[in-house]
Nanobody, 124 residues
Framework: DVQLVESGGGSVQVGGSLRLSCVAS????????MGWFRQIPDKEREGVAK???????SYADDVRGRATISQDNARNSLTLQMNSLKPEDTAMYYC???????????????????WGQGTQVTVS
């Protein structure tokens, strides 16, 4: 099984940037769909960005153009660069892996069965 650990959260001003990192252990990230999700209290967890080992990426509408997901299979790491941050980006951000990856683009928010502990991002 893969274990995921996020880092890089914190407090940032509106319009600022933040880079979140996720390091995987126990298995190679290349075998999984990888994604960043976020959640605020009393709301459902939502997908932010997803990638696969072939470099295909997808983004939620409200972050497209402001976010970049990068998957480094050699280093078993996943990053999320977010720019032009807004107060509504405030959330707990989670790195996640979907073991059902079959080589196709990772488009669905479902099926992610491994999760990190989360890292808080606060924009004000």
């Amino acid at each position: 099984d893969v274990q995921l650990v996020e880092s890089g959260g914190g407090s940032v001003q509106v319009g600022g940037s933040l880079r979140l990192s996720c390091v995987a252990s126990g298995d190679t990230m290349a075998r999984y769909c990888m994604g960043w999700f976020r959640q605020i209290p009393d709301k459902e967890r939502e997908g932010v960005a997803k990638s696969n080992s072939d470099g295909h990426t997808s983004y939620a509408d409200d972050v497209r153009g402001r976010a970049t997901i990068s998957q480094d299979n050699a280093r078993n790491s996943l990053t999320l660069q977010m720019n032009s941050l807004k107060p509504e980006d405030t959330a707990m951000y989670y790195c996640a892996a979907d073991s059902g990856y079959s080589g196709s683009p990772c488009l669905s928010n479902r099926g992610y069965n491994y999760w990190g502990q989360g890292t808080q991002v606060t924009v004000s």
